[in-house]
C-alpha cells in the first residue's frame, strides 16, 4: 500500500474516534439575547479596538451602588444572591443566583443588594478600548 493510502486510513480513523467520542461536559446557554434587559435593541456595534473585560463584584447585604450608566455592552452573572436593579424612571428588575443580565447603555441606573447574604457578579464589558466601564450620574 502506498504512504498516501495509508496516511487517508489512519486520518479517517482518527476522524471517526474523534466524531464519536463522547463527553461529559455539559453546556447550557445562560444567555442569547439582541436586547437590553428593557428591550432596547443591540445597534450594530462599531469598535475598531475591542476590550474586553470581567470584573467580580460583590455587594454586601443592603449595599447599592451609585446611579451610573455604561456606554458599552456588559453582561452580569449573578454567582450568588438577589441583586436588584433600578433605573433612573424607576424601572427594576430583581435577579437571583445563576440567572443573567444583559444590563442598560447609556440609561442611568444603580444596582443593589436586596438579599440576605453579599452578591456576587462576574461582569462582562466588551467596547472601544480606554471606554470607562461606568460614569457616574452627577
Given at each position: 500500500m502506498n504512504k498516501v493510502i495509508k496516511l487517508i486510513i489512519?486520518?479517517?480513523?482518527?476522524?471517526?474516534?474523534?466524531?464519536?467520542?463522547?463527553?461529559s461536559a455539559q453546556k447550557d446557554v445562560l444567555l442569547r439575547t439582541t436586547s437590553t434587559w428593557d428591550n432596547a435593541e443591540y445597534k450594530k456595534l462599531k469598535i475598531k479596538k475591542p476590550e474586553v473585560t470581567v470584573?467580580?463584584?460583590?455587594?454586601?447585604i443592603g449595599e447599592e451602588l451609585p446611579m451610573h450608566k455604561h456606554d458599552l455592552v456588559n453582561i452580569?452573572?449573578?454567582?450568588?444572591?438577589?441583586l436588584t436593579v433600578i433605573t433612573d424612571d424607576n424601572k427594576e428588575i430583581t435577579?437571583?443566583?445563576?440567572e443573567v443580565l444583559p444590563e442598560l447603555i447609556g440609561k442611568y441606573h444603580y444596582g443593589k443588594n436586596t438579599g440576605n447574604e453579599p452578591v456576587e457578579?462576574?461582569?462582562f464589558y466588551i467596547g472601544e478600548k480606554g471606554?470607562?466601564?461606568?460614569?457616574?450620574?452627577?
Amino acid at each position: 500500500m502506498n504512504k498516501v493510502i495509508k496516511l487517508i486510513i489512519v486520518l479517517f480513523i482518527m476522524f471517526l474516534c474523534v466524531t464519536n467520542s463522547s463527553y461529559s461536559a455539559q453546556k447550557d446557554v445562560l444567555l442569547r439575547t439582541t436586547s437590553t434587559w428593557d428591550n432596547a435593541e443591540y445597534k450594530k456595534l462599531k469598535i475598531k479596538k475591542p476590550e474586553v473585560t470581567v470584573l467580580k463584584i460583590v455587594f454586601n447585604i443592603g449595599e447599592e451602588l451609585p446611579m451610573h450608566k455604561h456606554d458599552l455592552v456588559n453582561i452580569a452573572y449573578v454567582k450568588k444572591g438577589t441583586l436588584t436593579v433600578i433605573t433612573d424612571d424607576n424601572k427594576e428588575i430583581t435577579l437571583h443566583e445563576g440567572e443573567v443580565l444583559p444590563e442598560l447603555i447609556g440609561k442611568y441606573h444603580y444596582g443593589k443588594n436586596t438579599g440576605n447574604e453579599p452578591v456576587e457578579l462576574v461582569v462582562f464589558y466588551i467596547g472601544e478600548k480606554g471606554t470607562p466601564l461606568s460614569v457616574n450620574k452627577k
